[in-house]
């Protein structure tokens, strides 16, 4: 028996949108970091450490994202 989507309610599309993210979501290897990536994320992490005053305020990234 398929589902009729149009047929359920908002709230229920809603929740069933959230159990498909989850389910995607919930699945570690489709997320897995190469080992480039993970070695970029410490490095990353390291330089923040040391100066916690370097890199960009969230507004900042957006506006340089949106060209505001």
């Known amino acids: 028996m398929a589902i009729q989507i149009q047929e359920l309610s908002n709230a229920e599309r ?3 949108a959230e ?5 995607v979501a ?3 290897h489709l ?3 190469t080992d480039e990536q993970k070695e970029l994320l ?5 330089k ?3 100066d ?3 890199g960009s305020s969230w507004s900042e990234v957006k506006n340089r ?3 505001e």
């Open 14 to 16: 809603i929740l069933l």
């Open 19 to 23: 159990e498909l993210w989850d389910s």
């Open 26 to 28: 919930n699945d570690d």
């Open 31 to 33: 997320f897995a970091l």
């Open 42 to 46: 410490n490095l990353r992490l390291a």
């Open 48 to 50: 923040y450490i040391e």
């Open 52 to 54: 916690k005053e370097s």
């Open 65 to 67: 994202i949106t060209g």
